[in-house]
C-alpha cells in the first residue's frame, strides 16, 4: 500500500492536518505534490541513490518532500531545525545531499548556508526565498503530477542526536523495492498498533525525528490521517485529541511530563477517551509518571525500545508494564544480549551493555563516513550483535530495563552510577520542571554526583530548594547515588523528542578537562 493507492481509492481524504491552522492536505493532493518534487529532482539531475536534504519546521510542506523521496530513489536526510548553520553544513555535506530543502522560518540560520553550500544542484526555500535560493512552490509547481518514469523505494538517512558527540549518519543499502512494498515498521504499526484508514493519529513532535518522521509515513501508508502540531504545546494536545478523536498519539516522557503538572482544572477539561494507543520512546519514562498516565487515560500507554539503526526492537503494553515497572518490553525483533566489558554475557539481573543480534545475513547498518563508530557498535566476537551504547538488565521473564547510556554513567571512587535513575526521582519532585544529573570534577573521587535543576518557578531557585531537593533523594536512594550538590537553570538543553543534551550541561563543569562525554 501507499499513499498513491489513498489516492486513487479516497483522494479527498485527508492525509494529514496542521494543528495550529486546521490546513487540510488530502492524500490526492500529497501524491501530486510529492510527484512533483520527484519530477524536480531528476530535473535537476538527481538519480537513484542520490541525497536530499530537509532543514525545515513542522510546516505542510515536509512530508511532501519526503515522499517525493521515497518514491524515486532517493536517501533523504531531516536536519534538526534546532542546529546552526555550521551543524547544518556538516550533515549536509556528510551526508553527500544534492538539494536542500528549507523554509523562512529557518531563514536566520539558513542564509548562512548559501556560501558554505556552493556545489548544491538545487536549493529551495519555503515561502519568501532568501537570495540564494530559489522559491519552493514555484519550483514545485512548474513539475507534471506524474510519477518518474524510474519510480523505486527510497529511504531516510537520519543523523543520530548529537547528545553524546557530532551526529552521525545511518545509511542501510536501498532495497530496489517498488514504493509500495511493506517494510518492518509497516508490520509493525498495523499488526502491533492497530493502524489503518479508520485512524486519526496525532503527531507532537518535531517531523525531523527518527519516530514521528517514520511512523507520519508508515500511518499515511495504511491511510491513517495524521495531525500534525507546529510545535509541542501541552494543553494544545490535549485539545487535539478531543477536537479530532484522536486514536493514536507518540510521546515523549517529558510531555507527559509537562502534560501532568498542568493545573487540575486544565488537564481534566478535555475529552481524551478516544485515544486507544498511546506510544512512548526515546527516554526513560520515570515509574510515578507512567503510572500517573496509566491512571488518567487507562491501559492504552505503549512503550518501546528501539533506534534509528533498526538493530533491534523492544515493546510492552500498559498490562505488561504493570506487572513489571519499569522495563521496556521484550524484543520482538533481534535476540537480547547483555554483556560486559569483555563482551562476555552477563547473569540475569546484572546489568551491562544492551546488543541486539540480528540473523547474519541480515543487512546491517553503519554509521556514514565513520568505520570506527561502526566498528565500536559491534560485539567483539559476534559481528551480527550490535549495541546502540545503552546499559540495561534483564529479568527471569527475558524484560529489558534500561540503567543508562554508557557515555553518561559517573565513576566516583570506583563506584559506577548511572544517573537515569536520580534523575527519574527528581523529576517527580512537585518543584522541578527538569533535571539533568551528571558527574562533575572531584580531586578525591575523580567525579561527584551533581543535579543541573530547572525549577517549576525560578523564584525558587535557591540553598533552600537545594536542601530540600538533596534530602529528597536521600529518602528514597542510597547515598552514593545521591547528589552533594545541586545547581540550578532557567531551561536545560533539551532536544525537542526529549533527549537530554547532557554533554552540553557536563561541558560548563569540565571545561578542558577530559571527559567522557566526547
Request: negative net charge; hydrophobic residues 35%.
Amino acid at each position: 500500500m501507499h499513499i498513491s493507492t489513498h489516492a486513487q481509492n479516497t483522494p479527498d481524504r485527508a492525509a494529514f492536518i496542521m494543528a495550529s491552522t486546521d490546513e487540510v492536505v488530502t492524500f490526492k493532493q500529497l501524491d501530486d505534490y510529492s510527484n512533483q518534487i520527484a519530477q524536480l529532482a531528476r530535473a535537476r539531475g538527481l538519480q537513484v541513490g542520490d541525497g536530499i536534504a530537509i532543514f525545515m519546521d513542522n510546516n505542510k510542506h515536509f512530508l511532501e518532500i519526503c515522499w517525493a523521496a521515497q518514491r524515486s530513489g532517493l536517501y533523504f536526510t531531516a536536519v534538526s531545525s534546532r542546529l546552526t548553520a555550521s551543524e547544518v553544513e556538516y550533515i549536509v555535506k556528510d551526508c553527500g545531499a544534492k538539494m536542500l530543502f528549507t523554509s523562512d522560518y529557518m531563514k536566520e540560520e539558513a542564509d548562512k548556508l548559501v556560501a558554505l553550500l556552493p556545489d548544491m544542484a538545487g536549493m529551495f526555500m519555503v515561502g519568501k526565498a532568501s537570495e540564494g535560493y530559489e522559491e519552493y512552490l514555484p519550483a514545485r509547481d512548474a513539475q507534471p503530477a506524474e510519477p518518474v518514469a524510474d519510480e523505486t523505494q527510497g529511504m531516510d538517512m537520519l543523523y543520530s542526536s548529537g547528545t553524546t558527540g557530532r551526529p552521525k549518519g545511518i545509511r542501510r543499502k536501498l532495497t530496489g523495492n517498488a514504493i509500495g512494498e511493506a517494510d518492518a515498521l509497516l508490520g509493525l504499526v498495523t499488526l502491533l498498533y492497530g493502524f489503518d484508514d479508520k485512524q486519526i493519529y496525532l503527531s507532537p513532535a518535531p517531523l525531523y525525528h527518527a519516530a514521528p518522521l517514520r511512523y507520519n509515513m508508515a500511518a499515511q501508508q495504511v491511510g491513517t490521517t495524521c495531525i500534525i502540531m507546529e510545535n509541542f504545546d501541552p494543553e494544545q494536545a490535549l485539545a487535539m485529541i478531543e477536537k479530532h478523536k484522536c486514536t493514536k498519539s507518540q510521546w515523549v516522557p517529558t510531555m507527559f511530563v509537562r502534560m501532568l503538572k498542568l493545573p487540575e482544572d486544565i488537564r481534566t477539561k478535555y475529552d481524551t477517551s478516544s485515544m486507544q494507543t498511546a506510544i512512548h520512546a526515546a527516554a526513560p519514562c520515570p515509574i510515578p509518571i507512567k503510572e500517573q498516565m496509566i491512571d488518567w487515560w487507562g491501559p492504552v500507554i505503549y512503550e518501546y525500545y528501539a533506534g534509528s539503526e533498526g538493530n533491534g526492537f523492544c515493546q510492552l503494553s500498559s498490562e505488561e508494564w504493570l506487572a513489571h515497572k519499569g522495563s521496556v518490553g521484550t524484543a520482538l525483533t533481534g535476540i537480547l544480549h547483555i554483556c560486559d566489558e569483555e563482551g562476555e554475557e552477563v547473569p540475569v539481573g546484572e546489568s551491562g551493555s544492551i546488543f541486539f543480534e540480528q540473523p547474519e545475513e541480515a543487512p546491517g547498518f553503519e554509521y556514514y563516513n565513520d568505520p570506527k563508530k561502526t566498528a565500536e557498535s559491534r560485539h567483539p566476537v559476534h559481528k551480527n550483535w550490535t549495541t546502540l551504547g545503552d546499559v540495561g538488565k534483564l529479568d527471569e521473564d527475558g524484560y529489558l530495563y534500561l540503567t543508562d547510556r554508557k557515555a553518561f554513567m559517573i565513576i566516583s571512587g570506583g563506584v559506577n552510577i548511572y544517573p537515569q535513575e536520580t534523575e527519574n526521582l527528581l523529576i517527580t519532585h512537585p518543584r522541578v520542571a527538569d533535571v539533568a544529573v551528571i558527574g562533575v570534577p572531584n580531586e578525591d573521587f575523580g567525579e561527584e554526583v551533581k543535579a543541573v535543576v530547572q525549577p517549576a518557578e525560578w523564584s525558587d531557585a535557591g540553598p533552600a530548594l537545594e536542601e530540600e531537593l538533596i534530602a529528597f533523594c536521600k529518602e528514597n536512594l542510597s547515598a552514593i547515588k545521591c547528589p552533594r550538590s545541586v545547581d540550578f537553570d532557567q531551561e536545560l538543553p533539551r532536544h525537542p523528542t526529549g533527549k537530554l543534551y547532557k554533554r552540553l550541561v557536563r561541558d560548563r563543569y569540565w571545561g578542558n578537562k577530559d571527559s567522557k562525554i566526547v
